[in-house]
């Protein structure tokens, strides 16, 4: 498909804008202004739209396709919350930041607090900051909330430590509040080896990163030995709350040890991934940690009023310019209200249903390093069909061939050939039997015709790309 | 209770799914978690219908004001958004997708982020852009990062007229890094050239400027870019991506790395989120850049593609050791920005910029016609100006508001000496006749 770039003809235009009502001002000194116009493109409003709504024409979605990408919570995006979300459309930002500007504003500082309580419910937290703007910027302010905590105490730490089935962003999180890295091996019952833990854990810890269930889809039955020795060496419990799909309503990260918690909207509240964002990244802590959170901070007055807290002494500073992914927040808001106490509670239950239902079911055709029960995602290895010369990423070309978006793959690093399948809570059975019947169909394949899995997928406008070149070439922006 | 219409699995479903895994009940699932760390409470309010739920959001909104008036900035600013965005942003193919990991099946999202790299490095006039960051000062912040990388140096000097939430995020970003931050205090609205001379030496990683400034100034920064250069640092530039629909480029007066926020390219206020920050650079610093990046290629048949590219930088696969920890951007709001970039396209932002600026003087001449206002004089400005008036702006503003106008942004908050100075901003949405309004307001609020 052509660029836009390159259906442009000079001088066309796509909008109208309105006419000046007021003089046209003197020129600006010559060297202020630029020396010819931004070369954008140039197209009638027609020519956009159908370029556009062709380009769309040629992504998976949710909405178009089966989407058990693991780790991500694929799930249904209900489309009111985009209603909800263009509610608030109109609010400026800074008229809450202006003297008594927090009296225009009661909805929406009142709206973020409340959801600041009800994730504070759902975590087991005490207190919520709706301002970091995703997953990672979550991570990166809590480990520098625990940075703060432990400055305060006149703590010296140098460490955090995380399992080696990590995301990579809580080690990267951990690098950008100025901390050393220490990696512990995952023990063949599928978590963090709790021998090798003790032998890591030491008093320079400042922090422990967990997801709880991992990235293996399994929940640590050591939980909280680990949380009471990373206490007793002062290091914090940090919880990736990039898994918090599989346990709303059954455990409250808050009440096993865990002090610091970010939160993915996105992922477990249903708001859309946008196609790589936004998300939201709420972090939630422990009472000893909210005189460091960010500021501003929203606070409620005894009448039942809502302010800004903006100048806190021990808070870690601003981590956004407002207040965080504002329009997410309402869609997550919405999201939880929706649903209520029970609807959370058995979205987990069938998220979790619905992936061990995939395991059991897969599980004569594909290796399964650690089988136990898992929570809400399952991990199997293309270990057995790679001795036909098969790998995961053959299996997931040839699912797209069969529409189907596939599963993550490659992740956790410490499986070979990973497969991690996320079905999320919102897939009917039908759409669960047949994908299933189409992973089997790929497990057959690879024995009777490898040849035709690595040539998958031949059905889409483009096949497997030349990553190497796109590397070597580096060509970012069209040169047309 | 069947509530079904997000969890769709009948009773009868739920029975022969548990059969095949071979558990009597769902709570048989969850077995893995000792019972003694089961919640306990679980105290979320029962849900309700979106009926209800649309209905309890909207007693939310209009707990907020009503339409205000808006002549403030701060960094979001109140334009024209066409109607095509929100329609083609709103396609759920593009909406419920996530990170293109699979080109295969993600050309659209993959060919659109490309394009708009390709609209930022244009409008920058630089040469490589990732596919987005999470916004303005996230991504100063991350600029600031990435020439400590490219130098070597661990000193970053940022310019007291750079919007000063920006500079907040910046300070937090490197408090734990055995960074120095220098801030250079403005002098008369400006970059003080002469302090930041005293300062500029090989320890100096980066000089980070904003243009137009958060006062309003529009400088030229092609002689500091010499300087800093000399010193062997690199220059970084924020700029509000509307006002380059006329005035000079970071790539023009020299700048090596460009960053700001979208939020003006077709997004809402929305209370402050989702934009996009947006950032573009050299193509030499192109393998220290953080975040996504899409490049071009082909498959077997010489098919034209676009693939995320570089990914030895990025932590899913060096982990500490990346660039950044960004993982998920927001690449939706890319989208609208691209949507919007190619519908006023290249004639219409320099219309549309040039509607700004002669909205703004008409306001700054009216409102400087106003006995005892005065207008901060040192430098030409775009669409923000800043005005002293005979009163703390504060008591004004806040005075004003009751009246339902933003009347603008009191700078005491943010710099010394300022208690009645304030930035007011006119972008091409406000009316001559609401200029006139604005005029009439302030002129009574000050005879008070």
Redesign the interface.
């Known amino acids: 498909m052509q660029l836009i770039y390159e259906k442009s003809i000079p001088g066309r235009k796509g909008v109208k804008l309105p006419a000046s009502d007021v003089p046209t001002a003197a020129p600006l000194p010559e060297n202020l202004l630029r020396g010819e116009k931004a070369g954008l493109a140039e197209v009638s409003e027609m020519d956009l739209v159908r370029h556009f709504t062709n380009l769309s024409r040629r992504n998976f979605s949710v909405d178009t396709n089966f989407y058990p990408l693991g780790s991500c919570t694929m799930k249904y995006n209900a489309k009111v919350l985009e209603n909800a979300a263009a509610l608030f459309a109109p609010f400026h930002p800074m008229t809450a930041l202006l003297p008594q500007g927090n009296d225009f504003c009661q909805g929406t500082l009142g709206m973020l607090y409340d959801l600041g309580q009800m994730l504070a419910d759902i975590t087991g937290m005490d207190e919520v900051t709706t301002q970091p703007l995703a997953g990672a910027h979550g991570e990166m302010t809590g480990i520098m909330l625990i940075a703060a905590y432990h400055k305060a105490k006149g703590n010296r730490k140098r460490y955090v430590l995380v399992p080696d089935s990590s995301h990579g962003t809580n080690p990267a999180s951990a690098a950008m509040a100025g901390y050393e890295i220490i990696t512990v091996p995952t023990a063949p019952y599928g978590d963090m080896d709790i021998e090798l833990f003790k032998k890591a854990m030491n008093d320079e810890v400042a922090a422990v990163m967990m997801t709880c269930p991992n990235t293996l889809g399994l929940f640590n039955p050591h939980i909280k030995e680990i949380s009471d020795i990373a206490h007793s060496h002062d290091a914090l419990m940090y919880y990736d709350g990039a898994n918090l799909n599989a346990i709303m309503g059954k455990v409250k990260p808050g009440d096993i040890g865990f002090d610091v918690i970010h939160v993915n909207l996105h992922k477990t509240f249903g708001t859309p991934h946008g196609g790589g964002g936004p998300g939201a990244g709420p972090v939630g802590v422990k009472k000893g940690l909210i005189p460091f959170l960010p500021c501003p901070r929203i606070v409620m007055d005894d009448d039942g009023r809502f302010g800004l807290e903006t100048a806190n002494p021990g808070s870690i500073g601003r981590t956004a310019s407002f207040f965080g992914n504002f329009g997410v927040m309402v869609k997550a808001y919405a999201y939880i209200i929706m649903l209520g106490r029970e609807g959370l509670i058995r979205a987990s239950e069938q998220a979790v249903l619905n992936a061990n239902y995939i395991k059991e079911k897969l599980k004569p055709w594909y290796d399964v390093p650690y089988d136990m029960t898992c929570m809400h995602e399952c991990v199997f290895s293309a270990s057995r069909q790679l001795k036909q010369g098969v790998h995961a990423i053959d299996i997931a070309k040839y699912l797209i061939d069969r529409g189907y978006h596939p599963p993550t793959v490659y992740f956790p690093l410490i499986v070979k050939e990973a497969i991690m399948i996320e079905p999320t809570e919102t897939e009917s059975k039908a759409t669960l039997d047949a994908f299933i019947e189409v992973m089997i169909e790929a497990a057959k394949t690879a024995e009777s015709n490898p040849q035709a899995l690595l040539e998958a997928p031949l059905t889409m406008p483009i096949g497997r790309l030349d990553e190497t070149k796109a590397a070597r070439e580096q060509n970012v922006c069209c040169l047309v | 209770?069947n509530?079904s219409h997000?969890?769709?699995?009948t009773p009868a479903?739920?029975k022969?799914?548990?059969s095949?895994?071979?558990?009597s009940s769902?709570e048989e699932?969850?077995?893995?978690?000792?019972a003694?760390?089961?919640?306990?409470?679980?105290?979320?309010?029962?849900?309700?219908?979106?009926f209800e739920?649309?209905a309890?959001?909207?007693s939310?909104?209009?707990?907020?004001?009503g339409?205000?008036l808006?002549f403030?900035?701060?960094?979001?600013y109140?334009h024209?958004i066409?109607a095509?965005v929100d329609?083609?942003s709103?396609?759920?193919?593009?909406?419920?997708?996530?990170?293109?990991?699979?080109?295969?099946?993600?050309?659209?999202?993959l060919?659109?982020?490309?394009?708009y790299?390709?609209?930022i490095?244009?409008?920058t006039?630089l040469?490589?852009?990732n596919?987005?960051l999470?916004?303005?000062?996230?991504a100063c912040a991350e600029a600031a990062?990435m020439a400590l990388r490219v130098t070597g140096r661990n000193r970053i000097v940022v310019d007291g007229c750079v919007n000063p939430?920006?500079r907040?995020?910046l300070?937090?970003?490197l408090?734990?890094?055995?960074v120095e931050v220098v801030e250079i205090a403005p002098l008369d609205g400006l970059l003080n050239r002469a302090e930041l001379a005293g300062v500029l030496d090989d320890g100096v990683a980066a000089v980070i400027v904003q243009n137009p400034n958060f006062m309003g100034c529009?400088?030229?920064f092609?002689s500091l870019a010499e300087e800093v250069h000399a010193a062997g640092a690199l220059l970084v530039a924020s700029v509000y991506p509307i006002s380059?629909?006329?005035?000079?480029?970071p790539g023009?007066m020299g700048a090596d790395i460009a960053v700001g926020?979208g939020q003006s390219l077709g997004n809402?206020?929305?209370?402050?989120?989702?934009?996009?920050g947006f950032i573009a650079a050299k193509?030499t610093y192109?393998r220290n850049m953080p975040g996504?990046?899409?490049?071009?290629?082909?498959?077997?048949?010489g098919?034209?593609?676009?693939?995320l590219?570089?990914q030895?930088r990025?932590?899913?696969?060096?982990?500490?050791?990346?660039t950044?920890?960004?993982?998920?951007?927001?690449?939706?709001?890319a989208?609208r920005g691209l949507?919007f970039?190619?519908?006023?396209?290249?004639?219409?932002?320099?219309?549309?910029a040039?509607?700004n600026?002669?909205?703004?003087?008409?306001a700054k001449e009216r409102l400087a016609g106003i006995p005892g206002v005065t207008v901060l004089q040192s430098a030409?400005t775009f669409n923000e100006f800043t005005l002293f008036l005979p009163k703390p702006a504060?008591?004004v503003?806040?005075g004003l508001?009751r009246n339902g106008v933003?009347a603008g942004?009191?700078l005491g908050g943010y710099y010394q000496d300022s208690a009645n100075a304030m930035v007011v901003t006119v972008t091409?949405k406000r009316?001559?006749k609401e200029?006139d309004q604005l005029v009439k307001e302030l002129e009574a609020a000050l005879c008070n």
């Open positions: 209770m509530d997000y969890c769709p699995h479903e739920i022969e799914m548990l095949a895994i071979g558990v769902v699932l969850f077995s893995p978690i000792p003694e760390l089961r919640a306990k409470t679980f105290n979320i309010p029962p849900g309700m219908s979106e739920t649309l309890r959001m909207r939310i909104a209009a707990e907020n004001s339409a205000m808006n403030i900035g701060g960094g979001f109140d024209v066409p095509v329609h083609l709103g396609r759920a193919e593009f909406y419920t997708a996530y990170t293109p990991y699979q080109p295969e099946c993600s050309q659209g999202t060919q659109a982020l490309f394009e790299q390709t609209a490095c244009r409008l006039g040469d490589v852009s596919a987005s999470y916004d303005g000062a996230t990062m939430f920006s907040q995020v300070k937090t970003y408090f734990n890094l055995d529009v400088e030229d092609t380059l629909g006329l005035l000079k480029s023009e926020d809402p206020l929305s209370f402050g989120g989702p934009s996009f193509k192109i996504r990046i899409i490049g071009e290629t082909v498959d077997k048949e098919r034209r593609g676009f693939v590219t570089l030895a990025e932590q899913h696969i060096k982990r500490h050791k990346a950044s920890n960004i993982c998920s951007n927001q690449g939706l709001y989208l949507i970039l190619s519908s006023v396209g290249r004639e219409g932002l320099a219309e549309m040039r509607l600026r002669d909205k703004a003087e008409y030409p504060e008591e503003v806040a508001l933003a942004v009191p091409e009316t001559r200029i």
